[in-house]
């Protein structure tokens, strides 16, 4: 399992158990998503069930010391080479209509917008799930992906959801002793994040 851990900056409110499921709610992924082409409609989620996203039932998402979570990306993109073609073809029945040479920039333009709004609407989204697990005992969230996007986008949704911040895991953490750090820094520099 390829996964990446941070650490909750800050103390476990004693009222989690009252606060986070409404929380998780309120940035959950929305019933009707609606995105548009570059647009990404994103929120939480019950692991193992994408379209679930209410999380009344604390036992859905709790398992012992853990949160069980994850986050739910869709985005409709369009298949550029295509719709281009399309829209040329678009474009020169409309000269032939009207018998002239060259399609003008603004009739292109509403050319362009009433295909977009055709295909949009007919396009399924490419959906992407990121599962996360939140260690309560530890204040350890383990995210199940290497990517820095990811990464980042989860944290701002961790941050707006539960006011905590997620810091990034280092070996460093482990050592409770300046020299060893600064020894381990001027080993690998690179690795950990010091200067080169």
Not at 46 to 53: C, E, F, I, M, Q
Not at 144 to 173: E, G, I, M, N, Y
Request: some cysteine; glycine content about 6%; aromatic content about 10%.
């Amino acid at each position: 399992m390829t996964v990446r851990r941070f650490r909750v900056d800050g103390e476990l409110p004693s009222d989690w158990r009252s606060t986070f499921g409404p929380a998780l709610s309120e940035h959950a992924f929305p019933e009707s998503p609606t995105p548009r082409g570059g647009e990404e409609v994103e929120g939480w989620v019950l692991v193992g069930d994408l379209l679930a996203n209410r999380f009344d039932d604390l036992n859905r998402w709790q398992f012992d010391d853990w949160l069980i979570f994850a986050l739910r990306v869709d985005k409709k993109r369009l298949p550029a080479k295509l719709f281009t073609a399309t829209l040329n073809r678009r474009c020169e029945a409309w000269c032939v209509d009207r018998g002239t040479e060259s399609c003008p920039a603004s009739v292109r333009t509403e050319l362009k917008d009433a295909l977009e709004d055709e295909w949009y609407a007919r396009a399924l989204p490419t959906v992407a799930v990121t599962e996360a697990a939140w260690e309560l005992s530890t204040g350890t969230v383990w995210l199940h992906s290497l990517s820095d996007s990811v990464a980042d986008r989860f944290r701002k949704r961790f941050l707006r959801t539960f006011q905590r911040t997620l810091v990034p895991w280092s070996p460093l953490d482990f050592l409770t002793s300046t020299a060893d750090v600064e020894r381990l820094m001027a080993t690998a520099p690179g690795e950990l994040g010091g200067a080169s």
